[in-house]
């Protein structure tokens, strides 16, 4: 196991500030296909974990490394063409540019023509149509055309996992992918993030336990920036601490 | 793969529509007709006209990182003035060609948009702002104190400027100077349509409406900013050069804050981000000064800012963001 290379994989892993411990020597590894999931109580550093390992937060010790290879100091755009994509928990999309020009964005980047001052963007018509394709699989083409910001909250969600789609990411971290949707509603996003090829390593960060335990193999439970336990689904929802800080607040007993 | 391509884009009209948005549209004839109309139709007010047409430049240069790359900047009279001296500089040295001249400060002014751009585009928002601000104000002490370069606070005299192509000398009523400015214009028109509507273009954009999410699908935010401040200086500064050439005099206000403040204003009555804001901010902003300015010769700066607040209040968006509303609400 441990001579294939981990898809990605974080050593002691650490972001302080002052003496807060917002990430703390975290050893983390995720398998070459996982679908791991990392759970945790609010402020227990999941998003930190996320913007540490995407690069939008510099970590203050530890190492990073994607593919067996060290990322930590590469700068954000670097790691997302080496395959290293994520979602963002609050919608973060161009809300004023149409559901296509999203996607057609990302797919600009992840081609290289988006440096391209002189060749109209509407004369790549295979970057247009690979967009569009792509809209159609997920089930979003009648909105094509629409701004995101006309689109309702799922299909926003949705969205924002098809700019990241878009960018053919090895490894994918979603956080919270089911944020602020309506629990009748998360179902289509569960089914979406089901479909995705067995190539593409998942991270989830998640609060919803119905998208966890239906996704998962395995999950890392996260607490004041520190893992506190590591397992299959099975193994976390029997574990006595993690009831206790976590779950407790859940099962009557 | 192109048949499949080719089919996918036949079966949805709407996205060729979505591939086609960069196709010249009947009204964009509409500023060059009129321009050329005005040479025509008003003789008398050829000098003032090149410098409406000159100052466009200078707005759609600004338009391009305020409008497109979402830069908010109080310093882009550095870029103008830099590229007014130096014109002017080459003038008075003995180099007058102005078609040089232009390149000349093209390059220079591209260059100090660079070096600004490497520095300052690390920040955002006010911090942006002040340092835009603070190189402008730089740019302006440095010209007021070399005097020998640059004539100081008395202005830049005595710049020969040769005639166009060797042929056509800059007139006493304007006419050159009027079609000089309209050809650079339309120049500098032709290469920011060309990159508007470009894939960088695009990207700029997205940098405009979300710099995190840009990053986060790999673009390299920094650098694109910063290409596309140098690019918007090279033509602030030709526009700078276009205006010290046709009057044959480049001062210290070139530089000043109060061209900074003014190129924002005009750029805003016509509408940010639209490529044609700075085509009616400008004219409209640039003919009422010199209408009110002969009707109230005291006043007229109380006229224009009841214009403006009057503008700001009702019309959000300038012109081109009132008429789109207009055109969206007749559609409906």
């Known amino acids: 196991m441990t001579d294939i290379p981990a898809a990605l994989e974080t050593e002691k892993l650490s972001l302080n500030f002052g003496a807060l411990h917002v990430a703390n020597a975290i050893d983390f590894r995720l398998d070459p296909g996982a679908r791991h999931a990392l759970i945790g109580p609010n402020g227990a550093g999941k998003t930190t974990f996320v913007n540490l390992v995407a690069g939008r937060l510099t970590p203050t010790s530890g190492r990073i490394l994607l593919d067996g290879l060290p990322i930590t100091h590469l700068p954000q755009d670097t790691r997302v063409k080496k395959g290293l994509v994520r979602t963002f928990q609050i919608n973060a999309l161009f809300r004023d540019l149409s559901l296509l020009e999203n996607v057609t964005l990302a797919i600009s980047e992840r081609v290289g023509i988006a440096s391209n001052m002189w060749r109209s963007a509407g004369s790549h018509r295979a970057v247009i149509a690979e967009a569009y394709a792509l809209l159609e699989d997920l089930g979003l083409a009648d909105d094509a055309l629409r701004s995101v910001r006309e689109l309702a909250y799922g299909r926003q969600r949705l969205a924002e996992l098809a700019v990241a789609l878009a960018l053919k990411p090895k490894v994918l971290l979603l956080d919270e992918p089911a944020a602020g949707v309506p629990s009748g509603e998360s179902g289509v996003i569960i089914a979406m993030i089901e479909r995705l090829p067995a190539d593409i390593t998942l991270l989830i960060i998640e609060h919803d336990m119905d998208l966890v335990f239906r996704i998962a193999k395995r999950i890392t439970v996260l607490l004041r920036g520190r893992i506190l336990v590591e397992g299959t689904p099975a193994e976390i929802s029997e574990n006595a601490e993690v009831r206790e800080v976590y779950l407790g607040e859940r099962t009557p007993t | 793969m192109s048949e499949t391509v080719s089919d996918k884009i036949a079966a949805a009209p709407a996205i060729a529509a979505f591939a086609r948005r960069d196709r010249l549209r009947a009204y964009e004839a509409l500023p060059w007709l009129a321009a050329i109309a005005a040479y025509f139709l008003f003789p008398t007010y050829l000098p003032l006209g090149a410098q409406i047409l000159a100052t466009t430049l ?204 003014t190129i924002l204003v005009m750029l805003i009555i016509g509408g940010v981000g639209r490529l044609y804001g700075a085509f009616i901010g400008v004219p409209l902003y640039m003919i009422a000064q010199d209408q009110f300015s002969q009707i109230d010769p005291v006043y007229w700066f109380f006229w224009i800012g009841l214009f403006m607040v009057l503008l700001v209040s009702f019309a959000p968006g300038g012109v081109l963001g009132s008429l789109a509303r207009l055109t969206q609400r007749w559609r409906r």
Do not use: C
Request: zero cysteines; glycine letters at 12%; aromatic letters at 10%.
């Open chain 2, 58 to 261: 200078f707005a759609l240069s600004v338009d391009l990182i305020l409008g497109y790359a979402g830069i908010v900047t109080l310093g882009h009279a550095a870029s103008f003035g830099v590229g007014a001296y130096t014109a002017g500089i080459l003038a008075v040295r003995g180099w007058g060609e102005p078609v040089t001249g232009l390149l000349a400060a093209a390059i220079v002014a591209g260059l100090v948009g660079l070096l600004s751009g490497l520095l300052i585009l690390r920040t955002r928002g006010l911090t942006l702002l002040m340092q835009t601000l603070v190189i402008a104000v730089l740019l302006y002490e440095a010209a007021n104190k070399a005097t020998s370069l640059t004539g100081g606070a008395d202005g830049l005299q005595g710049m020969q400027v040769w005639p166009v192509f060797g042929i056509f000398t800059f007139d006493l009523f304007g006419a050159t100077a009027y079609l000089y400015a309209l050809t650079a214009l339309f120049v500098a028109w032709l290469i920011v349509r060309r990159i508007v509507y470009s894939s960088f273009g695009r990207s700029l954009t997205g940098i405009r409406e979300n710099m995190l999410r840009m990053q986060a699908i790999g673009a390299p935010v920094y650098v694109r900013m910063v290409v596309i401040y140098a690019v918007s200086a090279a033509l602030a500064g030709v526009a700078g050069a276009v205006i010290a050439q046709t009057t044959q005099f480049v001062s210290l206000t070139s530089l000043g804050l109060d061209r900074s403040g």
